[in-house]
């Protein structure tokens, strides 16, 4: 049973427009959602996160909305850039002293020159 | 700045064969973690440890057995390898309170013959 699911397997956007990938959980005790970024032969990098009690959160071209009622989240990228091509993670954790993250299947995002 | 840093790289076993991959991190954290990567299916937990002394079983942990030597080392070993067990493996840790962000290793890629 997936928690964490990450319906659209790949996405592909020209460089300059907007980037849109979604996510959607089913357990309403996940308090802590974030984001990861990989490329290939390297280990996830942390992207950027929300808390359940926040339903944006913005860093530089990274914004996470959170919709807790419809249990979904989203990265938007703007402006997409080719380095951002990578496969992305959507993850979900329940804050406390047994945290630990569970992880949808990923997207692949291409951003075409 | 090393981070999580897992040992070996690569590795070929054949079925039956035993090992242990190595996993040592210097950030000082209390949580550490062992994922396997498949294709299509995301990120899957194998076992954790929230603390030194402490280890408890994630999404699939049959067929694995860990060790959390001291804070700083996690270790996985398969006792007996599957062919079910060819993946990726990423060690990860992170501390409760620095924004919930789990950091990941560069991986090992192990094939089972």
């Known amino acids: 049973d997936q928690q964490v699911k990450q319906n659209s397997p790949s996405l592909s956007v020209q460089e300059g427009r907007i980037s849109i990938l979604n996510c959607d959980y089913t357990?309403?005790?996940?308090?802590?959602f974030l984001w990861y970024k990989k490329y290939p032969a390297e280990g996830p990098t942390f992207l950027i996160s929300?808390?359940?009690?926040?339903d944006k959160n913005e860093d530089g071209r990274f914004t996470v909305f959170l919709n807790k009622s419809a249990k979904h989240l989203s990265l938007h990228i703007v402006p997409s850039q080719p380095g951002d091509s990578a496969v992305y993670f959507c993850?979900?954790?329940?804050?406390?002293?047994?945290?630990?993250?569970?992880f949808g299947k990923g997207t692949l995002l291409t951003v075409n020159p | 700045n090393a981070g999580v840093t897992q040992t070996p790289k690569f590795q070929v076993l054949k079925t039956g064969q035993s090992m242990t991959l190595q996993c040592a991190q210097d950030m000082n954290h209390n949580s550490m973690y062992w994922y396997r990567q498949d294709p299509g299916m995301g990120l899957r937990l194998i076992y954790y440890s929230a603390s030194e002394g402490t280890t408890d079983k994630g999404e699939v942990p049959n067929g694995y057995n860990v060790s959390r030597l001291n804070k700083r080392e996690f270790s996985l070993r398969l006792e007996s390898a599957a062919p079910s067990q060819t993946s990726v493996y990423f060690c990860?840790?992170?501390?409760?309170?620095?924004?919930?962000?789990?950091?990941f290793g560069e991986g090992s890629w192990l094939t089972v013959v």
């Open positions: 929300i808390s359940s009690i926040k």
């Open positions: 993850a979900a954790g329940v804050g406390g002293s047994n945290y630990k993250l569970t």
């Open positions: 357990n309403s005790m996940f308090d802590y």
């Open positions: 990860a840790s992170s501390e409760v309170g620095s924004g919930n962000t789990i950091y």
